[in-house]
């Protein structure tokens, strides 16, 4: 009964042992340009855990709310602070930072596969943050 009550125990603990951590820096100039997350696009598996760190000041991590997928909660972390998101929803995140939003600070976060259709961007975001999205997109859909 003990042997049976352990490998229950191991197969439902299963799937968070294999969730994966990817860290994403809060940068003010990084490879692509200044007010960047680096990396700026990710590809993760339902479950795993992304923590948004703030290399200098006023930076924060926050749900685009119209990229996100359905079923996602919205989140928000605060001014230059450390943040971790578990992502579990399937779909495409954007991310911004809202004080440099204008700047085009955004990424995209794949959860699982890519979903039907292309993605349409909001429009009303700020054309810096289009161009940027854009181009995570394209790097996300050729797999790089």
Known sequence: MRALALLLASVVAAPAAL????????LNR??????????????????????????HSSHNAASVPA????????FK????QPFEQTFTVPGLYGIQCIPHLAMGMVMLVQVGG????????PDELPARARTRLSAQLEKLEAGE
């Open 19 to 26: 969730a994966e951590s990817h860290e994403v820096k809060m």
């Open 30 to 55: 990084g490879a692509e340009g200044a007010m960047v997350f680096e990396p700026d696009h990710l590809h993760i598996a339902p479950g795993d855990t992304v923590r948004f760190v703030p290399t």
């Open 67 to 74: 990229l996100l997928p359905a079923g996602a909660e919205p």
């Open 77 to 80: 972390s605060r001014i230059s």
């Open 114 to 121: 890519p979903g039907a259709g292309k993605p349409v961007l």
